[in-house]
């Protein structure tokens, strides 16, 4: 059977009855595709380039050459298009709701596409109130995949303990027939860059629960990675290892990475956006490892040899080592490299750089197991 074709952003507002709003967009085009809208006004253009968290410098070149060009009124080749809204429809009267505003003035918003090649597209919305301020994320989806996902992370910050940091506002949640939406409090700010140890291990220290300990038993990654890896000779070896710890667990976000991080510009407080993963009980480090693997996977590109190193340097970093202690899983870390490893493999499936994720598993497992 084929594939079904992406949902497009256009589904989000097709509504029965008469539009009676008409807004324009510019678009901006990644693989031919449109993935990022934009309001027609220039300044609110400019202002909604923080929906796309660019990683590589060539992308925050680009990112930023626009905002400047669209600052200084200079012509760009990007397409327009007009969305026809009906403004009675429930996500669209979610969508005003959220911001206020005066009657029978629809809010500006820009909107960025999710990858259109994973099951459960999701669409980000970056609202602006009536002062042009952006206010509002809202992260929209159609179909059970992406419905799945919404009510799963708005399940995990609607429970999570107020104590914990990091963790955007919760503002509402829309349950329509066709859409499901979340809607966020608007966090300023940009991806972090370079050298983020004591940033990374600020915020995950604050996520260990020091009151309780577990064993690996415990763990939901841990059971759903027996499930899906049972017959696999990697697995029995790590559970040998694993048999014995007894560590204070962790919140797990699960896909802990610059590209779902807000720091703030102001006073460098840390955000963690991007929650349908969350576990209130997960594996300390394991969104560390994801953070060191995935980035120089995707972002920087690098050989299996060049991750093995960083990886060697993160375990010799001192902020880790810190982390390591508090958490009690000191000597650990090269089998929860392994784990984590097949985890994301086996378990997420991630699409995009698993043959690297892949060659990388093999080889941790050549150097630190089968070498023993």
């Keep these: 059977m084929a594939a079904s074709p992406p949902i497009s952003w256009a589904e989000l507002f097709q509504a029965k009855g008469q539009a009676d709003c008409h807004l324009q967009f510019r678009t901006v085009k990644k693989a031919g595709q449109p993935f990022l809208l934009l309001p027609d006004s220039r300044l609110l253009a400019a202002r909604s380039l923080s929906l796309y968290p660019a990683q590589t410098s060539k992308a925050r070149l680009a990112r930023k050459a626009l905002s400047v060009a669209l600052k200084l009124g200079m012509p760009l080749p990007l397409e327009k298009v007009t969305l026809a809204i009906v403004t009675g429809d429930p996500f669209a009267s979610f969508l005003k709701e959220l911001v206020g505003g005066k009657p029978g003035r629809f809010p500006s918003f820009a909107l960025l596409a999710g990858n259109p090649n994973v099951e459960g597209r999701r669409f980000i919305l970056l609202l602006f109130d009536e002062r042009d301020q952006p206010a509002v994320v809202v992260k929209a989806g159609i179909g059970e995949s992406a419905s799945r996902l919404i009510r799963k992370e708005s399940a995990f910050l609607q429970s999570a303990p107020p104590s914990i940091g990091g963790l955007p506002e919760f503002l509402r949640t829309l349950s329509s027939v066709k859409v499901e939406a979340l809607a966020l409090r608007y966090i300023e700010g940009d991806s972090p860059q370079g050298e983020v140890g004591d940033g990374i291990g600020n915020i995950l220290a604050n996520w260990i629960d020091r009151q309780k300990r577990v064993g690996i038993e415990d763990v939901p990654a841990w059971q759903n990675l027996k499930e899906r890896t049972s017959s696999n000779p990697l697995l029995a070896r790590l559970t040998g290892e694993f048999a014995n710890l007894n560590f204070h667990p962790a919140i797990f ?104 994720a892949t060659e990388l598993l093999a080889r941790l497992a050549h150097n630190w197991i089968a070498r023993e």
């Design 253 to 356: 976000h699960g896909d802990f990475a610059p590209w779902n991080i807000k720091v703030s510009s102001k006073d460098g407080t840390w955000t963690v956006l991007d929650w349908e993963r969350g576990e209130k009980i997960g594996f300390p480090t394991w969104d560390w490892l994801h953070y060191v693997i995935q980035t120089g996977i995707l972002v920087d590109k690098l050989a299996t040899e060049k991750l093995v190193e960083r990886l060697q340097t993160l375990f010799g970093a001192r902020e880790f080592q810190n982390y390591l202690k508090l958490s009690g899983l000191e000597g650990a870390e090269k089998y929860l490299a392994i784990a984590y490893l097949l985890y994301s493999v086996e378990v997420l499936q991630q699409t995009e750089g698993r043959q690297r």
